[in-house]
């Protein structure tokens, strides 16, 4: 009984509701036309050298790597949506891809091992953001960065922020573990990084819920 299985695992953390993990592409796709497709090629252009993306979902990123990515490891937990990640992986220019199963809260490779991690629309979700960042930050060689594309709690006191916090005990059931009012920024401040870059743009065309974003470049702080 598959289908009973994966509704048992609604809100188990990781893993996203079983007809979103199908229909992903489909449902993002107004999205990523009005505006994600551009802000990950942006994103990405500079990004080089032995790089993890975290949550890779079905490989929206992948496409936009360029040639001076030596190694890529793709991770990503659930499985239907790594299928679909590994058929995108293969249309790609790059030669030397990986996949990893792991949860971000437990990141494969050693300490200090990737020039650049990559994050788009994951920290939302992760169980322990803190324990995430800490895993981003050991394997990040020093002065390595993290490269983020994240929606975000609004300011506090906005009736949007009100609402993301009302709203986020219900949606974070139906949608994988999905916070609405997660204070990304400050996490990363918190975890050692060093904010760089950042561009903060309002998700057109999404939920009015999810249309904060920021995004840019963190730069791991070596104590
Ligand atoms: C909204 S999707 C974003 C997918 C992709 N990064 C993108 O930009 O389209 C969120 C992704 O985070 C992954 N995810 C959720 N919790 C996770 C965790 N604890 N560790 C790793 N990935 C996680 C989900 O499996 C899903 O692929």
């Given at each position: 009984m598959p289908r009973l299985v994966k509704l048992s695992r609604l809100?188990?953390?990781g893993s996203m509701f079983f007809l979103v993990e199908r229909l992903y592409d489909i449902l993002m796709a107004s999205t990523e036309k009005s505006c994600l497709r551009e802000w990950r090629r942006d994103l990405l252009q500079e990004v080089h050298g032995d790089v993890l993306e975290i949550?890779?979902?079905?490989?929206?990123?992948i496409e936009f790597y360029p040639e001076s990515v030596t190694h890529l490891v793709l991770s990503e937990p659930e499985k239907i949506m790594r299928d679909q990640l590994r058929i995108k992986a293969g249309r790609s220019v790059l030669r030397d891809i990986t996949f990893s199963s792991a949860s971000a809260e437990k990141?494969?490779?050693?300490?200090?091992?990737?020039d650049f991690v990559v994050t788009t629309l994951v920290c939302c979700s992760v169980v322990d953001l803190e324990t995430v960042l800490e895993q981003i930050h050991r394997v990040l060689r020093p002065g390595g960065s993290l490269v983020f594309l994240e929606h975000v709690a609004a300011e506090r006191g906005s009736a949007r922020r009100r609402w993301q916090d009302r709203m986020t005990p219900l949606w974070r059931r139906l949608a994988g573990n999905c916070h609405f009012n997660r204070e990304i920024e400050n996490a990363l401040c918190l975890a050692?990084?060093?904010?760089s870059q950042i561009k903060r743009e309002s998700m057109r065309t999404s939920m009015p819920l999810v249309r904060p974003t920021i995004r840019g470049i963190a730069v791991k702080i070596c104590s």
């Open positions: 809100g188990s953390g949550g890779a979902g079905t490989g929206a990123n990141v494969e490779g050693d300490d200090g091992s990737f050692g990084f060093k904010i």
